[in-house]
């Protein structure tokens, strides 16, 4: 039988006389060169594991965030797997509840259930709150999609099911994949971060007949003109990706753009309640 030779040490000089790098394993990663770091020293992975001792920064690293943010994914998907069609509902959480805004928000919900529709929204306070008032005092499905913060409150207590994020795109999937239509009612950035977000997803086919429907004209005009004006004036959208936002003030109006895109849904048919850019007026502009 042959003997295998003995491997040299792993200090041992390289043929060209070079002194090797100092290797050190985490696992099945291989790291060369540098020092070794205090935790690393005369430990090992099983040890580090079981030393309730050993410090507990490990949590925090990235490869650990990665199985966090798949648990959020799949701790959403598993809530929201069963939900009825439903509606995402967005505006501001400085909303007060004497205000028109707050008003319009219970009506929508309201609407949305009597419809047959869920509403989620992101189970804060002001329109958010109103929106799943309305549904729930409507006797529909009221959901909450929260999000750790550091000055925002928890779920509003007109939320029957709920469930809080720590990562911002993983919520923001939910309030798509879930729902058939965005409603947004005023509100500031991050009632703009989810509007130009789905703009974007349907201006570039991501989500199709998906309305984005704007509620409160006055509002959203000055924002609107600057769309017109500045965006499509100078050729950054298309003219014809106007035609993605739907703006209202009549809740009867937000309903029959949700039921036509969901008709349009169910038959296969294209539109709802909007139009896309056809594919032979050149690339869409992201």
């Known amino acids: 039988m042959t003997v295998p030779p003995t491997p040299?040490?792993?200090?041992?000089?390289l043929p060209d006389g070079r002194r090797p790098r100092p290797t050190r394993h985490r696992g099945?990663?291989?790291?060369?060169g540098g020092e070794p770091s205090a935790q690393e020293q005369d430990s090992t992975t099983d040890q580090r594991l079981l030393d309730r001792r050993g410090p507990s920064?490990?949590?925090?690293?990235?490869?650990?965030?990665?199985?966090?943010?798949?648990?959020?994914?799949?701790?959403?998907?598993?809530?929201?797997?069963?939900?009825p069609r439903a509606v995402s509902v967005f505006g501001s959480a400085r909303t007060p509840r004497d205000h028109p805004h707050y008003a319009a928000g219970v009506a929508i919900g309201a609407a949305l259930a009597q419809a047959g529709y869920a509403v989620i929204t992101g189970g804060g306070p002001g329109?958010?709150?109103a929106a799943n008032r309305g549904a729930c005092e409507a006797g529909g499905l009221s959901v909450g999609l929260g999000i750790e913060l550091p000055f925002e409150q928890d779920l509003n207590e007109w939320v029957d099911v709920g469930i809080a994020f720590r990562y911002f795109f993983v919520r923001k999937t939910m309030f798509v994949k879930y729902a058939q239509a965005f409603v947004i009612l005023p509100g500031g950035f991050g009632t703009l971060d989810e509007?130009?977000?789905?703009?974007t997803l349907v201006q570039t086919r991501k989500v199709t007949r998906f309305p984005v429907i704007l509620f409160g004209s006055e509002y959203w005009s000055g924002l609107l003109q600057w769309i017109r004006t500045t965006l499509a004036a100078t050729g950054t959208i298309n003219a014809a990706d106007l035609d993605l936002i739907t703006v209202t003030d009549d809740i009867g109006e937000v309903m029959s753009v949700i039921q036509a895109a969901d008709?349009?849904?169910?038959?296969?048919?294209?539109?709802?309640?909007?139009?896309?850019?056809?594919?032979?007026?050149?690339?869409l502009e992201a």
């Open 8 to 13: 040299p040490a792993s200090d041992a000089p």
């Open 28 to 32: 099945p990663v291989v790291l060369r």
């Open 57 to 83: 920064d490990w949590v925090h690293t990235d490869p650990w965030r990665v199985l966090r943010i798949q648990s959020e994914f799949v701790e959403g998907f598993g809530l929201l797997a069963e939900l």
């Open 127 to 129: 329109a958010m709150e």
């Open 195 to 199: 509007l130009f977000e789905a703009l």
């Open 263 to 283: 008709a349009a849904r169910r038959s296969g048919d294209g539109g709802g309640g909007m139009q896309h850019v056809p594919v032979e007026q050149g690339p």
